[in-house]
């Protein structure tokens, strides 16, 4: 596991002395010096998570010291130590961003240790939402690792997260809130149907009678059980199923493994992540990534199937004006036994009950594939290519030598998927069968 190491700063030696003290069984490892000067060359020497300085130092202010120390380490969690007289002087420099919190003298042993605590905590979210962002802006990196790895490379990227008692659900919350920010950015529908895949799981796990944590579990892994996508290239997941190679529909299943190693980097979440990794398994065994069977699934993964498999029937591709919840449900249910958990499956019919399509959260906008558009669709959006330039302008009204047009580019250099308004689309177009993406 990685040292957490927390640096203290005072001209006093006794309350250096006193500050170790108190952090003797906390783990972290604790640097402490009495010189600016030394606490500068520390600075560039180690990784520190916190720093805490004394106010009145003898050569500069501690808030003048600690804005030196972020030039060199820009994301350690500044503590300033004041006396009451120096409080808005601190505050100051909260203000200013010199420091992120203060401490007054004297203090308790115990406020000191929950205060690096929690500092400790937020300094190991900001590298974690920081890795994070590395991730989405490396998709392509990312599936050179996978031929060579993935799992393997990205679990040695991920750093250990240190437990943290008091904050662990903040610090949760937290990296999913980041998670769910990715997927959104990097396509909103994608985005929306993870929430809806969420909420139905969630709702279907109730009506098997699952306990709060297991609920939790399910309900993570169903916003984040396409989050491997992520590190997959655009131009892959643009493709219609039919149009992959075989090395690319590979690819494209891995996404499953890649979500796994990523859910599995957050600390409490093993679960959700096995979950994330099976959630395209099959009942009767004919599933990736590993051909699991029948209760031999993840009870979490047999849900988050079933909840994935319903929205994107009612909300993915194209709108079906016909194509009520109970036809949705009925189409899940032929597959009872084969593709999906029997129990599952007459769970959800129970948690979608008498719902209408507006209690479900229809998607008002679809974001296709070039080769799913009809004549009649309009665009919801302005449709670029990879380099910025606008091809077609939004409201316009999508024509079959339109869609020649942005089929010849799909391939290469369009920057997403197409989005259109929901309700100005062909009649005509046929129903999708329903697919192991």
């Known amino acids: 596991m990685a040292t957490t190491n927390v640096l203290f700063i005072d001209d006093e030696i006794n309350i250096v002395r006193a500050c170790k003290r108190a952090l003797r069984r906390s783990g972290y490892t604790v640097f402490t010096t009495t010189s600016h000067e030394e606490a500068l060359q520390l600075a560039r020497e180690h990784e520190f998570s916190v720093v805490v300085s004394d106010q009145r130092m003898p050569v ?100 250990d997260v240190t437990e943290l008692s008091s904050r662990l659900e903040d610090t949760l919350k937290g990296a999913l809130d980041v998670l769910g920010r990715l997927m959104e950015i990097s396509s909103a529908t994608v985005g929306n149907h993870s929430r809806r895949v969420a909420d139905l799981s969630a709702k279907i796990g109730r009506q098997m009678n699952l306990s709060d944590d297991d609920l939790l579990q399910v309900e993570v892994a169903g916003l984040l059980h ?17 149009c992959l190679s075989s090395e690319e529909v590979k690819t494209l299943r891995s996404h499953t493994v890649a979500g796994e190693t990523i859910v599995r980097a957050i600390p ?119 380099s910025g330039a606008m091809l077609l ?17 799909q391939s290469a250099t369009l920057r997403s998927g197409v989005r259109v308004h929901r309700n100005a689309q062909s009649a005509d177009a046929e129903k999708p069968e329903l697919e192991m993406v």
């Open 60 to 159: 500069m202010e501690g808030t003048e010291l600690l804005e030196l120390i972020r030039v060199i380490q820009p994301a350690a969690v500044r503590i300033i130590l004041t006396g009451y007289a120096d409080i808005s002087a601190a505050i100051d420099a909260i203000n200013r961003g010199a420091v992120n919190r203060f401490l007054t003298k004297p203090w308790e042993d115990e406020q000191l240790c929950t205060t690096i605590d929690h500092a400790v905590g937020q300094y190991n979210l900001i590298e974690q939402n920081r890795r994070l962002h590395v991730l989405a802006e490396c998709q392509n990196e990312q599936l050179k690792m996978l031929n060579e790895g993935l799992e393997q490379r990205v679990a040695d990227r991920t750093k």
């Open 268 to 386: 409490y979440l093993d679960e959700a992540a096995r979950f994330v990794r099976h959630h395209h398994e099959r009942f009767n065994g004919s599933g990736y990534p590993d051909s699991v069977s029948g209760t031999s699934i993840p009870l979490g993964a047999r849900i988050v199937a079933v909840a994935d498999a319903f929205d994107k029937q009612l909300n993915d591709r194209t709108d079906f004006s016909d194509r009520t919840v109970s036809d949705v449900v009925l189409s899940i249910r032929d597959r009872a036994s084969t593709w999906f958990d029997p129990a599952v499956v007459n769970a959800l019919d129970e948690a979608v009950g008498q719902s209408n399509s507006e209690a479900l959260d229809l998607e008002r906008f679809l974001e296709l594939n070039s080769n799913d558009l009809v004549p009649g669709m309009q665009l919801a959006d302005d449709v670029l290519s990879d």
């Open 226 to 242: 396409d989050i491997g996508k992520l590190t997959l290239p655009g131009q892959i997941l643009r493709k219609d199923m039919s």
């Open 393 to 409: 302008k939004s409201g316009s009204d999508l024509t079959a030598q339109l869609i020649h047009r942005l089929q010849s580019f």
